[in-house]
T-cell receptor
Framework: DVKVTQSSRYLVKRTGEKVFLECVQDMDHENMFWYRQDPGLGLRLIYFSYDVKMKEKGDIPEGYSVSREKKERFSLILESASTNQTSMYLC?????????????FGPGTRLTVL | EDKVVQSPLSLVVHEGDTVTLNCSYE??????LLWYKQEKKAPTFLFML????IEKKSGRLSSILDKKELFSILNITATQTGDSAIYLCAVVDRGSTLGRLYFGRGTQLTVWP
């Protein structure tokens, strides 16, 4: 079974702090994604990566950056956290081969910025 | 503007009822449509649909796709309290980078005992 893990389930940070959210997958998937999920808005794509050191902006990249130095790890960085970044953050991974499009999700990190 | 629209946004039923969740989409180069169930944690995969008219079934859940009318439905028969969750619909756009997924806002289903 694919396993996607995220470094924290709950995180509380102060405005202006730099925040790192880590995601690790153990199935050698090429593609990895970061979403945020807010009530009534569904999942919105922040950034994605199709391979090591490759990244693409999603729909709401402002205020975020990402890093993919190793295939199994995709980090989301909030350079200077703000209260409007309080949200549930979900990481996902997907294998590229075989026409499969199923994304496997991590358990999520609920971030609160005070 | 949302590329994937789910309805209703919220639904409350009693155990034993049958529910139908709707997902319509507007994606130029459709590849596939996926349904996920999300309880108080990560979304879990339910179905992937690529062809019109072919029903996918898993226990009390079933889903079908209409590529002409650009929608899919997810049916749950004889609902149970364990079916309470957010149901997410996502569409893969073949024309976009990586064949990315576009998610709808979800339908919150609550099943009362």
């Amino acid at each position: 079974d694919v396993k996607v893990t995220q470094s924290s389930r709950y995180l509380v940070k102060r405005t202006g702090e730099k925040v790192f959210l880590e995601c690790v997958q153990d199935m050698d998937h090429e593609n990895m994604f970061w979403y945020r999920q807010d009530p009534g808005l569904g999942l919105r794509l922040i950034y994605f990566s199709y391979d090591v050191k490759m990244k693409e902006k999603g729909d709401i990249p402002e205020g975020y950056s990402v890093s993919r130095e190793k295939k199994e790890r995709f980090s989301l960085i909030l350079e200077s956290a703000s209260t409007n970044q309080t949200s549930m953050y979900l990481c996902a991974s997907r294998i590229l081969a075989g026409g499969k499009n199923e994304q496997f999700f991590g358990p999520g990190t609920r971030l609160t910025v005070l | 503007e949302d590329k994937v629209v789910q309805s209703p946004l919220s639904l409350v039923v009693h155990e034993g009822d049958t529910v139908t969740l709707n997902c319509s989409y507007e994606v130029t180069n459709f590849r596939s449509l996926l349904w996920y169930k999300q309880e108080k944690k990560a979304p879990t995969f339910l179905f992937m649909l690529t062809s019109s008219g072919i029903e996918k079934k898993s226990g009390r859940l079933s889903s079908i796709l209409d590529k002409k009318e650009l929608f899919s439905i997810l049916n749950i028969t004889a609902t149970q309290t364990g079916d309470s969750a957010i149901y997410l619909c996502a569409v893969v756009d073949r024309g976009s980078t990586l064949g990315r997924l576009y998610f709808g806002r979800g339908t919150q289903l609550t099943v009362w005992p």
